[in-house]
T-cell receptor, first 113, second 116 residues
Framework: ELKVEQNPLFLSMQEGKNYTIYCNYS?????LYWYRQDPGKSLESLFV?????AVKQEGRLMASLDTKARLSTLHITAAVHDLSATYFC?????????????FGQGTTLQVKP | ETGVTQTPRHLVMGMTNKKSLKCEQH?????MYWYKQSAKKPLELMFV???????ENNSVPSRFSPECPNSSHLFLHLHTLQPEDSALYLC???????????????FGPGTRLTVL
């Protein structure tokens, strides 16, 4: 059974600082997604990572994937208040009949001025 | 309207009520999903529909009954719910190729359900 774990689950940081969110998963997968969720809002797709060594960047966020280590990271550079949200990674379970996504617990990021 | 829409956005119901949640996607996708998001728990996949056929049912209690009349619309019919069913219910859609969901899922805003 595919399991996905994120850490930390809660992160409070000062503006301008850098930090990394980690996403570990238990079985082989060739696809990983990062989503953002603002309070009371839906999930917004940030990145899809499709191969080992994949790196994608958008603004102050950069995501990477190491399929051998079964690890993805979401790195935040020089955080700003607007990045405060909950971030989810989701791993594609290709062994299921429908190829479903398994989500991590989410990391709530709070950026303080 | 664009993207994935859901109605109502908020719903309060008693345990004996019957209600329905509606989802509509305007993205030309052919797969739709219902997820349940409870406090402090990962998103739980409930149902998957591909080309209007239910292809996944994740051991969801029968008090939840999905319906997919066409590839753009998805319903979740609710009856005799329990207080522990209170949660945010999210609908999503994606492309669906060769019997598997292969594309990014796009989520609706969700319905916040409270069962009294």
């Amino acid at each position: 059974e595919l399991k996905v774990e994120q850490n930390p689950l809660f992160l409070s940081m000062q503006e301008g600082k850098n930090y990394t969110i980690y996403c570990n998963y238990s079985t082989t997968s060739d696809r990983l997604y990062w989503y953002r969720q603002d309070p009371g809002k839906s999930l917004e797709s940030l990145f899809v990572l499709l191969s080992n060594g994949a790196v994608k960047q958008e603004g102050r966020l950069m995501a990477s994937l190491d399929t051998k280590a079964r690890l993805s990271t979401l790195h935040i550079t020089a955080a700003v208040h607007d990045l405060s949200a909950t971030y989810f990674c989701a791993v594609y379970n290709g062994s299921s009949n429908t190829g479903k996504l398994i989500f991590g617990q989410g990391t709530t990021l709070q950026v303080k001025p | 309207e664009t993207g994935v829409t859901q109605t109502p956005r908020h719903l309060v119901m008693g345990m004996t009520n019957k209600k329905s949640l509606k989802c509509e996607q305007h993205l030309g996708h052919n797969a739709m999903y219902w997820y349940k998001q409870s406090a402090k728990k990962p998103l739980e996949l409930m149902f998957v529909y591909s080309l209007e056929e239910r292809v996944e049912n994740n051991s969801v209690p029968s008090r939840f009954s999905p319906e997919c009349p066409n590839s753009s619309h998805l319903f979740l019919h609710l009856h005799t719910l329990q207080p522990e069913d209170s949660a945010l219910y999210l609908c999503a859609s994606s492309a669906y190729i060769k019997r598997k969901s292969t594309d990014t899922q796009y989520f609706g805003p969700g319905t916040r359900l409270t069962v009294l």
